[in-house]
């Protein structure tokens, strides 16, 4: 999901859409949670903790380890994209400049089930190198290669609750755990109550462990690196659609 997120001790691994509604895990894989059929998603994303209407807006500013600031500007598109694996998915752009140049360039790829959870399908990423593009590596698309979607917010998230997040081995391999549901988090953007905390893996950098928080309504706030770095992305506006 371009260079937003990371590991959680404890893995429990979701094989059937129940399983992460509920927070249970089933042994039988470690692969993550199956995919509901294609007719069961619906590019209308209206999960209270990351609500994506069409023209809303995050604009945040992410501060690395070497105290480099980068601006990231983050718009759900009015258009769509038919996924390889047959799902129809909305189209986000996520744009990160630094000193008005272009560091990457993104398109995520998202859609909601029945159920209420926003699943991430895949991205198609361009990084820049003084203004010229240089690489799409990080892109990939459910069902292209062994690719597979993953679930990036629950319906229901509870405590304790862990899923993948995207699968394409030894390329995307995040993961998610639901740590607190009250926490709080003071941004430039104000100050939110009641906030969702989740702890990002990647077991291809086991050494990197970071923080995030979502407020209801607005969703992701706040990402903190607690381990592998310094970094912290904090929203400074939000414009709903």
């Known amino acids: 999901m371009s260079t937003h997120r990371r590991a959680a001790t404890l893995l429990l691994t979701l094989v ?3 399983a992460v509604a509920c927070g249970k895990a089933d042994d039988d894989t470690d692969r993550g949670a199956s995919e509901p059929e294609p007719a069961d998603f619906t590019t209308e ?3 209270p903790w990351w609500p994506m209407t069409p023209s809303s807006r995050w604009v945040y500013r992410e501060t690395d380890s070497e105290g480099a600031n980068q601006r990231v500007v983050v718009m759900v598109t009015d258009r769509t994209k038919t ?3 047959g799902v129809e998915a909305r189209v986000v752009r996520d744009v990160v400049t630094e000193e008005g140049e272009f560091v990457e360039v993104t398109d995520d790829w998202y859609a ?3 159920d209420g959870n926003i699943w991430y399908l895949g991205e198609d990423t361009t990084e820049y190198e003084n203004g010229k593009p240089v690489s799409q590596e990080g892109s990939f698309e459910a069902g292209v290669d ?3 979607a993953g679930i990036i917010m629950p319906a229901q998230p509870e405590v304790g609750m862990t899923y993948r997040q995207e699968y394409y081995a030894g390329e995307a391999e995040d993961q998610g755990a639901i740590l607190s549901l009250d926490q709080q988090a003071q941004v ?3 100050h939110f109550k009641a906030v969702l905390m989740t702890n990002d893996t990647n077991p291809l950098e086991p050494r990197v462990n970071e923080f995030k928080f979502f407020a209801r309504g607005v969703g992701p ?3 903190i690196s607690v381990s ?3 970094d912290r992305e904090e929203l400074l506006s939000f414009r709903a659609g």
Do not use: F, T, Y
Request: glycine share 20%.
């Open 83 to 85: 996924i390889a694996n």
């Open 45 to 47: 994303i209206d999960n």
């Open 146 to 148: 062994g690719a597979e």
């Open 112 to 114: 909601q089930d029945q």
């Open 221 to 223: 706030v706040l990402a």
């Open 228 to 230: 592998g770095g310094s």
């Open 188 to 190: 430039p953007a104000g």
């Open 16 to 18: 059937a859409l129940g």
